[in-house]
């Protein structure tokens, strides 16, 4: 079997994605989500130009090697355009694979360890009323676990209570931010929603990057009553050391890593136990390949995955997740805020989700099919992330 196309597909139903598309000479064909939310055209120039012209001709049942091949073989190592590229590539193969074997992907990676995969949804509010509201939306969709984001008196807008996509304009939208405000906050509004919901509803947080290891650790130990299942990017991970201060003051679960793009952004973290789950997509993580070592890896040191599931991983990048989360054994959490409908409609899926919980389905393969017909009609639409400045005008972590 050899590959004879290696597309690129970017569509814009709603928000950004790149796929690649590849197809073998007997007709098989293989997805892989290459989106980076904000700067998805690099990825785009990365395939097209760089990495597609090596994929024709290549045995597509060589992954191990494929992958090696694309990660060594550029010299120029890691990042997260070039994982993003790899990923497509890693995943298409994958999908090429089990498809041949005729076999869902997860019967490849082990078979199942479990019947069905938890999720989590996002709840955000302006206020803590809304925030109300929008928990209450989650329940009755069937979540059993939400993570909970509110707007800061004083502040115009907070993470998580916009759409929290990369929005479709020129420039990046400026937030504004002010930590102190934030930490006074978000006490009162975990009190809150445990007085409404009571205590055994799992409530995440995501901190996304914005407080200083003292900051962080404050929180940590502030947010221990209300026994949060996590504290999400608590502080920027460049400095792996930096979580031993967080770890060392709280008890609240930490988890880290929708940034990183390879286990040695983790290795620390990881070995000294300095965080209780792994947050690694399988887009920005160069893949199904180095996602199941790295899980296997956290294992060792009882951490869990928690794979990040936003609407700016595509159902390709979602698809291949849940595959790995029905067959390893430290699956922890699975993120799912879900697509728009006609998303749905350019990347019909097999995978399900009902009653909080969500199955990658029994198709051959991923379980994706790609309308390239419909993608096309909605083209790349420019967009950034937001970004986050101070009180003072100082740029901050969005
Ligand atoms: C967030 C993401 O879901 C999360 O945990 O951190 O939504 C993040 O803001 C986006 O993926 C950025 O593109
Ligand atoms: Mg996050």
């Keep these: 079997m050899k590959i ?7 569509t814009s139903p709603g928000r950004n994605f790149v796929t690649l598309k590849l197809t073998t000479d007997d007709g098989l064909t293989g997805l892989g989500d290459a989106t980076l939310n904000g700067r998805e055209l690099a990825v785009v120039s990365y395939l097209e130009d760089h990495v597609a012209p090596l ?3 290549l045995d597509p049942h060589r992954i191990e090697d494929t992958w090696q091949y694309l990660y060594r073989g550029a010299y120029w190592r890691r990042g997260p355009v070039t994982m993003a590229a790899v990923a497509a590539v890693d995943t298409a193969l994958w999908d090429i694979k089990a498809k041949a074997a005729g076999m869902p992907l997860y019967q490849l990676l082990g078979g199942a360890s479990r019947d069905r995969i938890r999720a989590y949804g996002h709840a955000n509010g302006a206020t803590v009323p809304e925030l109300m509201d929008s928990v209450r939306a989650r329940l009755e969709e069937g979540y059993q676990a939400v993570r909970i984001q509110t707007g800061i008196p004083g502040l115009k807008a907070v993470y998580g209570v916009h759409a929290g996509v990369a929005h479709q304009q020129q420039r990046p939208l400026v937030e504004d931010w002010d930590t ?14 445990r007085e409404e919901f009571g205590p055994e509803l799992p409530l995440l947080h995501d901190a996304h ?6 900051q962080a650790a404050r929180l940590g130990r502030d947010l221990e009553p209300y026994r949060p299942f996590w504290l999400e990017d608590c502080t920027p991970a460049e400095n792996q050391e930096a979580f031993r201060q967080v770890r060392a003051a709280t008890t609240t679960p930490l988890a880290v890593g929708e940034v990183f793009n390879s286990v040695h952004d983790y290795q620390t973290l990881i070995t000294e136990r300095l965080i209780d789950y792994v947050r690694s997509a399988v887009t920005h993580f160069g893949g199904i390949t180095p996602l199941k070592k790295l899980f296997d890896f956290a294992a060792l040191y009882q951490i869990r995955t928690a794979t990040h ?5 595509s159902p390709v990048g979602l698809a291949a997740a849940l595959h790995l989360d029905l067959a390893v054994h430290n699956f922890g959490i699975q993120e799912y805020s879900g697509h728009t409908t006609l998303t749905g409609e350019v990347f019909r899926h097999a995978y399900t989700f009902a009653d909080g919980h969500l199955h990658p389905g029994e198709q051959p393969g991923l379980g994706v099919e790609l ?4 993608a096309a009609r909605h083209p ?19």
Excluded: C, M
Aim: no cysteine.
């Design 371 to 374: 309308d390239e017909a419909l």
């Design 55 to 57: 994929l024709t001709g």
């Design 180 to 193: 102190e405000a934030y930490l006074r906050h978000l006490p009162t509004v975990f009190e809150a929603v």
């Design 209 to 214: 990057h914005r407080l200083t290891p003292t």
């Design 380 to 398: 790349y639409e420019q967009a950034y992330l937001p970004v986050n400045r101070l009180q003072d005008g100082s740029l901050h972590d969005w």
């Design 4 to 10: 004879v196309e290696a597309k690129v597909v970017v």
């Design 309 to 313: 599931g936003p609407e700016d991983i």
